[in-house]
Structure formats: structure tokens, C-alpha cells
């Protein structure tokens, strides 16, 4: 679930993945926050990949060693646990994993990469302004994104060199130092914000991007393609 307090926000946002999982022929399992240790390790057990989804907290900056920005929202730390078991567990078992938006986050964190607390007092001031981040699920493309050729997200996405793919975009926090065993694979070309990762060890899928392509599965194919790639990998691995 997104978040563990803003039951609200959690119940509005948590239906779009679920749809996602399901066009692209998987059964969505939803992990509580509120569970027991044993309780959430028992329900991943029969679950044969990890979808992290956004959500509306912010990491706590403790975990990956930095002063607190003012603009950093309020930590959600239940679901900060839960992301972190389900991380562990896919790590364990080769699980495919997929994040998007905040999950990329977590993702970076638990490999021990940082956070940018806040992009705008990260920018440079000539660029600060040249993409709004921030823009909102009500704006369907606020920017685009080049993917690296020879990555597993532009096999993916049926990018080519030099193809800016269009996403949307609802975060104020990136990645920054990148975590063991992930690397950069998109950048939004204004800015150089890092808009995907991916991980390096062959055979496990790992791919986070900081977009919300589960906004997107109805229109876009590249969007219900980043989604089919978790199911066929969650087959693959079964």
C-alpha cells in the first residue's frame, strides 16, 4: 500500500497499479502496513514479484545519512519497513522489482544510495525552472526522458537512440548518489534530473523509473510495456 496513515490517498492511488498488473495478465496482491514482520514475510511467500508504488511521504533523510531539508515531507516509517522487507525478500530470491516514483527512492536507499531532498535547491539556478517535477497527474506529459540505448528499460520501452520517450511526473526528490549494484539508465535532458535506474546483476530485473506509467496504461505502449516486462520476468522466475 502507499502509505500507512493517509488511508485517503492510499485507497485513490493503489487501483491504478492494480489495474496495470492486471491488463498485463498478473493478480495484484496488496501488502498491508500495519501487518507484523511474520505477517507481511507470510503474504510475500506465495508472491512471485515486488511493484513498489509512489507515495506521498518522504524518506526519512537519517536513513541515507543527511541533514533534513525543510522541504522534506513527513517520513511514513511502516511503509519504509515494508519496503524494505519486500526489498530483502527479492534480493534473497531473485524476485523481479519494479519501482515507480517513490519506490525507485526506497529501492536507491536500501542499496545505501542517497536522495535529492529537494530539486529545485538541487539545480543550479539556470535550470531550475526549466521543468516543473512537480506538475501532477492532472498534466499527462511534463517532460520527456532519454533512456540509455543499451539498457534493459530501453528494451523495454522500444526506445531508440535518440528517442526522448514522454512521461509525466509528480515527484520533488530524485535519486543522487546511486546505489550498489544499480545504475543510470534515463535523465531528463533539461535538467539531468535521474529519471530511471535499473540493476546490474544479470538475470534479476530491477527497473525503477520516476515517472508514473501506471497513470498511462490505457493510452501509452510504453507504459503497459514497463509493466508487461514485470509480469513476463515474475513468469520467467516461476
Partial sequence: MPHSTDREYSERAIPQYEQAVT?????PVRIPLDQSK?????IV???DGVLLPGSNADIDPAVFRRPRSPNTAAADPQRHEVDMLLLEDAYTRRKPVLGICYGLQSLNVFRQGSLVQHIPDFLPEET???????????VAVAHTVEIESNSLLAQVAGSRSGQALPVNSSHHQSANAIGEGLRIVARCPDDGIIEALEGTSPGHFVLAVQWHPERSVEQDEASRAIFAALMDAARGRR
Fill in 23 to 27: 491488463l498485463a495478465g498478473g493478480e
Fill in 38 to 42: 511474520d505477517a507481511v514475510l507470510k
Fill in 45 to 47: 511467500e506465495s508472491c
Fill in 128 to 138: 531550475r525552472s526549466r521543468v516543473n517535477h512537480e506538475a501532477g497527474k492532472k
